[in-house]
Structure formats: C-alpha cells, structure tokens
C-alpha cells in the first residue's frame, strides 16, 4: 500500500485546510486510518483516526471539535478538514494505515504503511 498525502500549505489563525491521503491497493476498505503530526522540534504525535467503515473516529483532545476525519473508501482516500487553526497546529502531516483490522489506535507503533508527509503552517 502506498500512501501519498496533499493539501498542506501556509494558512492565518482561523482559517481552514482540509488534507487528502490517497492510497493505492485494493484492501484500503478494510484498514484503520490514521493522522499524525510533527511539529517544528518535537515528537510525532497523534492527530485522529478512523475505522475501516467510518463509523468510528477518534481524535486527539488538542483538536477535537476543530478537525474531522472522514473516508471515502470508493476513491481510496481518508480526509482531514481541519477548522480554527492555530498556530500551534503547524507541523508536518503524515497520514498511516494500519492493516491489523483490531480497532482504532493512536499508538503509531501499530500502523503499518506511512505516506509522506505535508507541511501545514499556521501563521499567526
């Protein structure tokens, strides 16, 4: 599976972005998808996550309420909109799936194929 993130670029404070993932493979139906961020510095973290059938999402406290993930399995891509941005949101962002089928996680330990990553810059 090969994933290949887009949307990122240079935002103000309080603007919107939405971030696409776009996979290849014929089983992204059937994996748990994930976004994780590295900002300027400093660990990789969690961001959100979502079940194979998007019934089921997860996220981060740092931005719930402000960003959505969702899927669209019949094009093989998961989306990130995010809203209110802010300028500690600025990070690298990466999008994961894991293949285990054994539920969410926001451990990245447990994801198994990573796209590249797209830069998100929030000004303030």
């Known amino acids: 599976v090969q994933l290949q993130a887009s949307g990122g670029g240079l935002v103000q404070a309080g603007d919107s972005l939405r971030l696409s993932c776009a996979a290849s493979?014929?089983?992204?139906?059937?994996?748990?998808m994930g976004w994780f961020r590295r900002p300027p510095g400093k660990e990789r973290d969690f961001v959100a996550a979502i079940s194979w059938s998007g019934n089921t999402s997860y996220y981060a406290d740092s931005v719930k309420g402000r960003f959505t993930i969702s899927r669209d399995n019949a094009r093989n891509t998961v989306y990130l909109q995010m809203n209110s941005l802010k300028p500690e949101d600025t990070a690298v962002y990466s999008c994961?799936?894991?293949?285990?089928?054994?539920?969410?996680?926001?451990?990245?330990?447990?994801?198994?194929?990573w796209g590249q990553g797209t830069q998100v810059t929030v000004s303030s």
């Open positions: 493979g014929r089983t992204f139906n059937r994996f748990t």
């Open positions: 994961a799936a894991d293949r285990s089928g054994h539920g969410i996680t926001s451990l990245d330990s447990k994801y198994d194929f």
